[in-house]
């Protein structure tokens, strides 16, 4: 493909999602669009039509309209977790990638691991293929947290404009990457220069789960 006609296409594609975030408030695609968060009460959050704490993964399905691709996840450090991927979904217009964490008790994750079918090493831990019976299981679970990703980058200004300004920014001293925080939404915004962002939402009682470690590891920006 000729370069111009490529990256036409890219900006073509930016300018799409970028319209859609400034103006895509119809009224049947809003529950649908990344900035509508909804409290049902002060200590839980419902995006995307996810309820975190209360919807499982079937209801996802149904939601997003595409099949559930669920993984147990060992870190390096030897935890686990397991984690639900749609690779694209079409929500309100706007494709993005979307994970699932699920809230899976401590005590059930070692069996799940033991009975895993296939086992695949990646950069950052292993990835266990869950049996079918445990997937079921998992499919019944509630989501504990949300990430998105859109399929393209977008300017600060956008979610500034959307969002808000963050109650705090926190620079990761390793990647550079700066984290917009809204504890009252239980929201972190992670933009990393040319890397699209990550949107991750939790409960807003669970909000120090996701502040704790960049503290930790990061510089509070002025």
Same mark, same amino acid.
């Given at each position: 493909?000729?370069?111009?006609?490529?990256?036409?296409? *890219?900006?073509?594609?930016?300018l799409?999602l970028?319209?859609?975030?400034?103006q895509?408030?119809?009224?049947?695609e809003?529950?649908?669009?990344?900035?509508? !968060?909804?409290h049902p009460?002060?200590?839980?959050?419902? !995006?995307?039509?996810?309820?975190? #704490?209360?919807?499982n993964t079937?209801?996802?399905?149904?939601?997003?309209?595409e099949?559930?691709?669920? !993984?147990?996840?060992?870190?390096?450090?030897?935890?686990?977790?397991?984690? &639900?991927?749609?690779?694209? &979904?079409?929500?309100?217009?706007?494709? *993005?990638?979307?994970?699932?964490? %699920?809230?899976?008790?401590?005590?059930?994750l070692?069996?799940?691991?033991?009975r895993?079918?296939?086992?695949?090493?990646?950069?950052s831990?292993?990835? %266990?293929?869950?049996?079918?019976e445990?997937? *079921?299981?998992?499919?019944?679970?509630?989501?504990?947290?949300?990430?998105?990703?859109p399929?393209?980058?977008?300017?600060?200004? &956008?979610? *500034?404009?959307?969002f808000?300004?963050?109650?705090?920014?926190?620079?990761?001293?390793?990647?550079?990457?700066?984290?917009?925080l809204?504890?009252?939404?239980?929201?972190? %915004?992670t933009? #990393?220069g040319?890397?699209k962002?990550?949107?991750?939402y939790v409960?807003?009682?669970?909000?120090?789960?996701?502040?704790?470690?960049?503290?930790a590891?990061?510089? !509070?920006?002025?």
């Amino acid at each position: 493909m000729d370069r111009k006609v490529y990256w036409l296409m *890219a900006f073509i594609a930016v300018l799409i999602l970028g319209v859609a975030f400034f103006q895509g408030d119809k009224p049947a695609e809003k529950s649908d669009l990344p900035w509508h !968060i909804e409290h049902p009460t002060p200590d839980t959050s419902r !995006i995307f039509g996810v309820t975190l #704490g209360q919807s499982n993964t079937t209801q996802a399905e149904q939601h997003f309209k595409e099949a559930a691709k669920p !993984i147990l996840f060992k870190s390096t450090r030897g935890q686990l977790v397991v984690e &639900v991927f749609f690779e694209e &979904v079409n929500l309100a217009g706007l494709k *993005a990638r979307v994970v699932l964490t %699920i809230a899976v008790p401590d005590q059930e994750l070692p069996g799940m691991f033991e009975r895993g079918l296939r086992m695949n090493a990646t950069s950052s831990g292993k990835e %266990i293929t869950l049996t079918p019976e445990d997937i *079921a299981r998992v499919f019944t679970m509630p989501v504990s947290s949300l990430t998105y990703m859109p399929s393209v980058r977008l300017d600060d200004a &956008v979610f *500034a404009k959307r969002f808000g300004e963050p109650a705090l920014r926190i620079r990761e001293k390793k990647s550079g990457a700066v984290h917009w925080l809204y504890p009252q939404h239980g929201l972190d %915004i992670t933009l #990393g220069g040319a890397e699209k962002p990550l949107l991750q939402y939790v409960p807003p009682w669970d909000f120090d789960r996701l502040i704790q470690p960049l503290l930790a590891n990061g510089e !509070i920006l002025k």
